[in-house]
């Protein structure tokens, strides 16, 4: 009964802080998904060429590694983007074989210049969860494509498999980023005065810091 009532009075303090203090946390995606930066929509009645494919694939890596170090340099070495950012280089290392294999130029990495920093931790998150579902959207399209060679039908299993990893990772984590925006945005009113602020030197609800870290 006592722990329920705990609980209970837990879940009422969050509630009310979202009501006293006015916090708007937004978990709306800012995830640019290639438009005017990838050479390719992906559509699953169209055929693609070993090149599309490939430009189209290393260019969604591209982009996620750049989103997720943007959100890494703003909101610190949070979970999972500081996991997650590791595994993006490895899957632009699987794919660049396969360009030299087929003789095709690899496109430069500017995914940077085409980053939407998003507002919150929550946001952050929501952004992954978009990222990676048009990931795992992109390789399925592929691999169904007729004809596709073995060697990239390899890969992109192993890249939609990884994709599908982060896709709970991010998932399972929205919550506790929820957490920490609150979290902050407390901190911050009393740390002045009222006012609004833009620290992060809190924890969240899993004990992750999404405080900025030094490097």
Known sequence: MKVKLMVLAVIGLVVGSFIFIGIGVNAASVYDDGEGYSTLTVSSDQVYTVEEMLVAAIEDEYLAQATYQAIIDAYGNIKPFSKIILAEQTHIDLLLPLFEAYGIEVPVNN????????????????????????????????????????????????????????????????????????????????????????QNNNQNCTGSSTGRQGK
């Open 111 to 198: 995914a940077s210049e085409f980053v939407v920093l998003p507002e919150s931790i929550s946001s952050a998150l929501a952004t992954g969860i978009e990222a990676e579902t048009l990931n795992i959207a992109m390789y399925q399209v592929f691999l169904g494509q007729e004809g596709l060679p073995e060697d990239l039908q390899t890969v992109f299993e192993l890249l939609l498999n990884a994709s599908e990893n982060h896709l709970r990772a991010f998932s399972r984590d929205r919550i506790a980023g929820v957490c920490g925006d609150v979290a902050n945005a407390i901190q911050n009113r009393f740390r002045n005065g009222g006012r609004n602020g833009n």
